[in-house]
């Protein structure tokens, strides 16, 4: 993997890379070449940025609604994607009503309604037409780390810090409650993207992932016991065919895992690959199109191909403002009236908080711990359009492999030789 920066002004600022990716196996000449591209800015939060997600509505058409620490939620009016401005949207509501920082939100399919779980221990779901809150769900003791929707829209699904996770009805009505869910903080739920699944998951603080019966309300036990971290677990991903669940935390390791369907009609999970980042993970998302899985850290994001098994990109996040070409060293008094320079102050490190991708999978939004949305483009270069399309065989083993994770090593095996 060769990474060349680009040179003249700002281009450290702006962030602009180009990433020369090789495939595992493939000769030198069928390499694939991809530019990450920062495109741009969101400004208007207060605090933290927690949570995102895109959406569209005909009416209003491509809007992003962003959660944060300052206890707000604020739904965004999204320029155009070929706009060249750097500025690429403005809020256009403002949610309240939360008395603590939100950790997570979630849309609703049909973009109609959005949830939000908050530390004050509750769970509103708001009309994103009106701006208004039409339910409140009570029943965390403490405070609510994540929530979810089923595909269907039908079912809602909830964990925090009282270590129980919940379903509930879209009246706000707590129909389930699994007591003890894991054995410390319940950090992230999510259905499985394919309904005919019938699955949720969960992670923890307790260092675990579970797969759970969603029409039994039970959890499918691994035999045997899986090592699934070595510290706690806050960053879960579920692939767009449920195929596949990434994991991240405190350990700084990613892990993909497959979910499998074993012969009495169970599910497991299987490590199909993974990857040491060296610093810690707070978000994942799977693209929706490209065998990636973008990896929110502390010190910026991390692009793991893994079909290839290897990280093909590092993007750190910039400051707004660019950074003066000579420090300016500033002085103080002394008591004796003398004066004396003061050590250049360290540039603060930002850190990614929550991330969403666009549906071509082109288009990162990173909210960033310096309240800043952040926004990369990720295309192909112009030395991979001259270039030959996949043959047939690479084609249909990437199909395959959507539908059944089984086939990743199969595809591994074969490509070198193609």
């Not at 769970?123 to 403490?142: A, P, S, Y």
């Not at 019938?198 to 691994?222: I, P, Q």
């Not at 895992?257 to 012969?263: F, G, I, L, R, T």
Request: glycine share 8%; aromatic share 10%; net charge neutral.
């Amino acid at each position: 993997v060769r990474c060349v920066q680009e040179t003249g002004i700002n281009a450290e600022y702006m962030g602009i890379s180009k990433l020369e990716v090789g495939i595992k196996g493939m000769a030198e000449g069928d390499a694939k070449h991809y530019e990450v591209i920062y495109k741009g800015f969101l400004k208007g939060h207060n605090g933290m940025v927690t949570s995102m997600q895109l959406g569209n509505k005909e009416g209003p058409g491509n809007f992003l609604v962003s959660s944060s620490r300052d206890k707000s939620v604020l739904i965004w009016k999204l320029k155009p994607e070929t706009s060249e401005d750097e500025e690429l949207g403005k809020p256009i509501k403002m949610l309240t009503g939360h008395s603590h920082f939100i950790h997570e939100l979630a849309l609703s399919n049909d973009c109609n309604h959005c949830l939000t779980a908050s530390w004050d221990g509750f769970i509103r779901m708001w009309d994103m037409n009106e701006g208004k809150t039409v339910k409140l769900f009570k029943g965390h003791t403490k405070d609510v780390l994540s929530v979810a929707f089923s595909q269907d829209n039908r079912q809602i699904i909830s964990g925090g810090r009282d270590r129980t996770i919940r379903v509930w009805n879209i009246l706000g009505e707590n129909k389930y409650t699994i007591e003890s869910a894991h054995n410390d903080w319940v950090s992230a739920v999510r259905f499985s993207p394919d309904a005919k699944q019938n699955l949720f998951f969960s992670a923890g603080w307790d260092r675990k992932v579970k797969l759970w019966d969603k029409t039994k309300m039970s959890e499918f036990v691994a035999e045997p016991a899986i090592n699934y971290s070595t510290h706690y677990i806050s960053a879960l991903s579920i692939a767009p065919s449920g195929a596949f669940a990434a994991t991240g935390g405190k350990e700084g390791v990613l892990k993909i895992w497959s979910v499998k369907q074993k012969p009495d009609t169970s599910y497991g999970l299987e490590l199909a690959t993974g990857c040491q980042l060296g610093t810690e993970i707070n978000t994942l998302a799977f693209s929706p199109k490209f065998f990636w899985v973008a990896c929110g850290c502390d010190n910026g994001i991390k692009l793991y191909d893994f079909r290839g098994g290897k990280v093909f990109a590092d993007i750190p996040m910039q400051p707004l403002e660019a950074a003066p070409d000579t420090e300016e060293k500033e002085e103080e008094e002394e008591k004796d009236g003398r004066k004396k320079e003061k050590a250049p102050k360290k540039e603060k490190k930002i850190g990614v908080a929550s991330m969403c991708m666009n549906n071509a999978g082109t288009m990162i939004y990173a909210g960033c711990t310096d309240n800043v949305i952040r926004c990369y483009e990720i295309k192909e270069s112009a030395q991979i359009r001259s270039m030959p399309t996949l043959t047939f065989i690479q084609q249909s083993m990437e199909l395959l492999m959507l539908m059944s994770p089984k086939y990743l090593a199969l595809y591994r095996f074969l490509i070198p030789v193609l």
